[in-house]
Structure formats: C-alpha cells, structure tokens
C-alpha cells in the first residue's frame, strides 16, 4: 500500500491542533473571503505500507506541506504537523481558489521548509544519509489541483529517498571437498561506496557523496556516526562451515543513485584469511527493495573490497521491488 496524503478544502477554517502551525507569510494579500478555502492535509497510518522487522521504515513523523502557484512557482501557504507515526492532519488557512496549485509534501525532513520561496528551490534541497534512521526516512512526492470552496480531496503518493537492500541468507556452496572442510565464516556485511545524497525532488545530486570508499572500518564509515548502522553490520558471526547457510536477515539503507557504483560487500574468513565478495547493485531507484533471497558462496573472494571475483564464486538470487510492488529476477557470478 502507498504512502498518501488527502488534502480536504473546507469553507471554514479548522481548528489547529497544538502541536502544528501554519505559516501566514505565504497567505498573499487580502482577498474577499469568498475566494479562500482552508485546506487540512490528513495522514492515516492505515494508508501506508506495512511496517517490516527492519524498523517501520514506513513511518510519518513529521510532515511540511508546500503550496505553490503552478505557474510562477511561487510559494503561497505552508503547514506542518509533528505525528510521530500517528494519524494526523495539517491544516492550511486561506489557500486561493479557482486557480492552479502544485501541492509539494515533505516527511521526516531534518530542518524547517517555511522560508522556502519556490517549488524550484525546494526540489533543490538535499537530504544526507547521515540524518536518516529506519524510523525516520525522508519522503516526498507532489500533486497538482485546483481548490475550490467545499470539500475536496487529492492524493499525493509519497516516495522514500532511499534505497533499500535486504539480504535474506548467505549460503556456502563450495563444489571443493577442501573448502567444504576449511573453517568458513561471515564477518561482515555492508555496502561499499553508498551513495548518500539526494534532493527533494526526488533526484540525485550535481555532485554526489559516498559513504565507505574502504573496508566498513575504515574512516569513510565513521562520518556517519550513528547512521553507520545503516550500511553494515560487522558483527557477524555467521557460520558457513560445511556448506552451511547463515539465515539472519539483515537491511541496509542508502540515498538512491544511477552512477552503478556501489557493491553490496560480504566479507568472509577462510581458515584465517578474509576474503571479499561483491556484489554490484547497478542503479539504485527511490522507494526500492533489493532483496537478495540467497547469496551463494562458491570459491575463494578477492583480497581487497569492494570483492571483485569471478562469477564461479559467487551467486545471488535477487528480487527488486517497490515497497509495494515489484519484480524477480535470477543473479549469478
């Protein structure tokens, strides 16, 4: 199910509750009152997607809403609300009526969007990986309409800025009776090179930043302070010995991006000796699951990461999804 947002235009204006304002200074000048609507922005927690063990990375906590005229640009009402996850709403007093609006809605941005002037200056804004939790991930998404005096409802679908890659088990599936017998373990698992901006609008950067240029210890890694979670898990004590399967899920996030230059990186000792094993995860889209069901290990990795191996050595089994929806496909090294 999608994220939406109702936008309801009523002839009377609406009490706020306490803990949303609305911003007066995009109202425009005064007007016959027959010419305004009062918009309320409602936001349901049976509309948005199911909540997953990784953390209800679905979450509304805050949400800023954005009017603008749909042919200057220009910024005329502004609202927000503080949710928590909760159903809510977000009013808006006097929005015009009988013309044109691009209706812009922000979740779980870091700082205030009320002294934004344009649509063009809020799809500019970038959001850093640094700044998101899986509770807490930045959303967005836009609709255009028309408000008039009555009740009037538009749905606006809302788009994570992220990308999400899910593994779901690491197999050893070594054909060598040696390997078979070596001591095999999973030590790490991150992504390598995540990309960690994007903008409001929904698109990467002029200019984009990678967390992890090294191995998960390295100080790439330690920029993100706390969201390092978020790109790896060197805990791991998976054990693969004997052709074993290692069955913890587990969920990385990172800011969407089409330069195709992130690898998801296992590393893996083998009697001592670490070895890597990448796999490239190509153009990363906003709002989508890559879900690896299966990674099979099948020979020695590569000395250094990202883990650059033939493909005898290692397979996946990976399916790419919308949170929502999605496809399937069979990958193999």
Request: proline share 5%; hydrophobic share 35%; glycine share 8%.
């Amino acid at each position: 199910m999608k994220n939406k947002i109702f936008f309801l235009a009523a002839a009377s204006l609406c009490a706020l509750p306490a803990c949303q304002k609305a911003s007066p200074a995009h109202t425009g000048g005064m007007s016959p009152e027959k010419e305004w609507a009062n918009v309320r922005i409602e936001l349901s927690n049976s509309l948005l997607t199911k909540a997953t063990s990784a953390g209800e990375d679905n979450r509304i906590n805050t949400a800023q809403v954005l009017v603008f005229d749909a042919e200057s640009g220009i910024c005329e009402a502004y609202g927000s609300a503080t949710l928590n996850g909760s159903s809510g709403a977000v009013d808006i007093p006097r929005v015009r009526t009988g013309k044109a609006f691009a209706c812009y809605a922000v979740a779980n941005y870091p700082a205030s969007l009320q002294q934004v002037s344009t649509l063009a200056e809020l799809q500019a804004l970038e959001t850093d990986l640094k700044d998101y939790t899986p509770q807490s991930i930045p959303m967005a998404g836009g609709a255009t309409a028309v408000f008039s005096q009555g009740e009037k409802s538009l749905d606006i679908t809302l788009r994570r800025a992220a990308s999400k890659i899910e593994v779901r088990k690491v197999t050893g599936a070594f054909t060598s009776s040696y390997y078979q017998q070596a001591n095999c373990r999973l030590n790490a698992l991150y992504l390598y090179k995540a990309p960690g901006k994007y903008t409001l609008g929904l698109e990467p950067p002029a200019t984009q930043c990678y967390y992890h240029n090294g191995a998960y210890s390295g100080t790439d890694a330690k920029t993100l302070g706390t969201a390092a979670a978020l790109v790896g898990d060197t805990s791991l004590k998976g054990t693969l010995t004997g052709n074993a399967s290692y069955n913890t899920p587990h969920y990385f996030w990172c800011c969407p991006d089409t330069a195709e230059e992130t690898y998801l990186t296992l590393e893996v000792s083998l009697d001592g000796k670490t070895n890597y094993y990448g796999i490239p995860l190509g153009t990363l889209d906003a709002n989508c699951r890559y879900c690896f069901t299966d990674i099979r290990i099948y020979g020695p990795g590569a000395d250094t990461p990202p883990g650059i191996v033939e493909r005898v050595a290692i397979g996946a089994t990976l399916s790419v999804s919308d949170w929502s929806t999605g496809y399937s496909q069979e990958y193999e090294f």
